[in-house]
């Protein structure tokens, strides 16, 4: 059931100076973490306290972006922009991408993924949201990044018709099909409807001959899955009709992928959740789209949590099928991190053996994880880095407050499994 998925998060380097490759994977406490060089899988979490954005540097230093989201309206329970409020979230991650991907061939990013079409992970326009330069459309998350940052291909759970599970409406989806009607027209751009199943879409662009252990397999989009056999998918959903209008949620379409690197695997999965599903009838049970994503996953070293860990995601099925070694959790909202959800990544009762818990933010109102767990690891940008080959990885938690790229904690080495 194992497949190499190739999924690397830029390692975030913050100064300008060539930092030899040797050291790629070497930093302690206050350096500032080195850059990305070949040979190595980077994973960042970028806090940018308003959305969701990854961004995966692979071993040959092809790039992929997932999300670069802003919620676009702070106020009591939606967290503020990091590093501050004097830029939108969409350039913050563009800058850190920059920096971060310096080591890297070519200037674009290859790969732009959208998970789904919320706005905490595309952009959420509002009246006041500025104007991209063309005029076209508002800039905003994804939209304001590409003023900064050009990319080559962008895959999204619709293109190009965005009319499942019913035709997609609202500002959030509208601004992003602007977007992307005249980046296909006047920059060349390439859109492509994600294809579950497949692990031939999202491959290495510059050596990928040097890394036959590397594999990025898609694992759903629209509530239809690998069945892990060949490239073969089934539909979980039913049919849109024959439900109620609303039933099939746009969490539930989430993208969900698993990225290998030798003896190393990770999972990203967007907003996939259980909806509801622990007091649901058995005609109902078709809405916990984790299940049949966890049967075809299997352990993992590293997981991103499921829509942010919020109370109707990461079920015990779901965690003790992948058995992570690491969770990541991006956060933006006070209510992120539920009590029941972070019980269950702690409970050894689902899996056993040691697990570290790492959440991009913890305001004073996201308290939760240090009341549970007094060693949790600080806040910060979250980055993954894996040793040439895949067999050992390092967690490094970066300062979120500024650009120094300083390292505010260390964690590892782990063996992969």
Known sequence: MKTFTRSIVALLVFSAAIIPAARAADAKVGDQLPLWSEGHLDIHYINIGAGESSLIIMPDGTTLLVDAGDHGNPDANRLATLPDGTRQAGEWIARYVKRATKNAPGDALNYVLVSHLHGDHIGSPKKHTPLAASGAYKRIGLTELAEHVSFEKI???GWPDYDFPAPQKGAVVANYRKFLDWQIANKGVKAERFNAGVNDQLVMRNNPAKYPNFEIRNLAANGVVWTGFGSDTQNHFPDPKDVPPGAIIENACSIAFRL???AFDYFSGGDLSVNGTDTASEADRWKDIERPVALVTGPVDVMKANHHAYYDANSAFFLGSLRPRVIVVAT????HVALGTYRRMQ??????????IFITNQPE???????????????????????????????YVLDETNESGRVKAVYGPYKSR
Do not use: C
């Not at 933006?332 to 209510?335: A, D, L």
């Not at 409970?347 to 570290?356: F, L, Q, T, V």
């Open 347 to 356: 409970s050894k009762a689902i899996w056993p053996g040691a697990r570290d």
């Open 332 to 335: 933006w909202f006070t209510s």
């Open 260 to 262: 290998s690197y030798g």
């Open 365 to 395: 109102a996201m308290q939760l994880s240090k009341r549970l767990d007094p060693k949790v690891p600080p806040p910060g940008h979250v980055v993954i880095r894996v040793k040439p080959g895949g067999a050992e990885y390092n967690v």
């Open 155 to 157: 895959l999204d759970r």
